[in-house]
Nanobody, 121 residues
Framework: QVQLVESGGGSVQGGGSLRLFCAAS????????MAWFRQAPGKEREAVAV???????NYADSVKGRFTISADNYKNHLYLEMSALNPDDTALYIC????????????????WGQGTQVTVS
C-alpha cells in the first residue's frame, strides 16, 4: 500500500523559509514523478512544483525563483525548499506521486498525502 507522509510545515513570518519533506513508502520498484500541490481555504488545489523521473522540474509561476523541488529517487522521498515566503503562500501543502497521464504541472497523480500546513504572517 502506497503511503505519502508530509512534514515540515509550520508558521513563519513573511520573508522566512521552510523545508517540506514527503516520505513515500509502498512503491514496488521503479521511480515515479512526484509533486507538491497546495490548497488555500476557499481556493482550488494548485500544482506548485513537479519533478519527473528524469529530474526535470516545473514550477508554478507564483513560486519560480523562491521554491526548489528535489527528490531522492532511490527512496522516493521528496523535498520542497521554500524561501521569501509571503502570506499568499499560506496553504495546505500536499505531496503527490505517480503521474498517470499528462506531464509537468498538468500531470494527474495517482497517490496523495494528507498535507502539511504552512502559514505565513
Amino acid at each position: 500500500q502506497v503511503q505519502l507522509v508530509e512534514s515540515g510545515g509550520g508558521s513563519v513570518q513573511g520573508g522566512g523559509s521552510l523545508r517540506l519533506f514527503c516520505a513515500a513508502s509502498g512503491f514496488t520498484g521503479g521511480t515515479y514523478s512526484m509533486a507538491w500541490f497546495r490548497q488555500a481555504p476557499g481556493k482550488e488545489r494548485e500544482a506548485v512544483a513537479v519533478i519527473d523521473t528524469s529530474g526535470r522540474k516545473n514550477y508554478a509561476d507564483s513560486v519560480k525563483g523562491r521554491f526548489t523541488i528535489s527528490a531522492d529517487n532511490y527512496k522516493n522521498h521528496l523535498y520542497l525548499e521554500m524561501s521569501a515566503l509571503n502570506p499568499d503562500d499560506t496553504a495546505l501543502y500536499i505531496c503527490a506521486a505517480h503521474c498517470l497521464r499528462g506531464q509537468g504541472l498538468g500531470c494527474v497523480f495517482g497517490y496523495w498525502g494528507q498535507g502539511t500546513q504552512v502559514t505565513v504572517s
